[in-house]
């Protein structure tokens, strides 16, 4: 992306390969979800319809109560 780029060189050279870093980061992370879904799904447990996942209303709306 930048060849021959004298700049770009400096940077790394004084700061280090950060995109790469960043990369190789983002990839470790993305393994590890992996890894951690994996057995929810093949168990067949569905996250998004077992009891308790997401967001339920509970008690009373807001605003002014009925007395």
């Known amino acids: 992306m930048f060849q021959d780029s004298p700049i770009y060189d400096r940077l790394i050279a004084e700061r ?4 790469a870093q960043v990369r190789r980061e983002a990839e470790r992370v ?17 996250r998004q319809h077992s009891p308790g996942a997401g967001w339920q209303r509970a008690g009373m709306l807001p605003g002014p109560r009925p007395q």
Do not use: A, K, N, T
């Not at 993305?30 to 569905?46: A, F, I, K, T």
């Open 16 to 19: 280090g390969d950060v995109p």
């Open 30 to 46: 993305s393994r590890e979800l992996e890894l951690v879904m994996r057995p929810s799904q093949s168990l067949g447990y569905d």
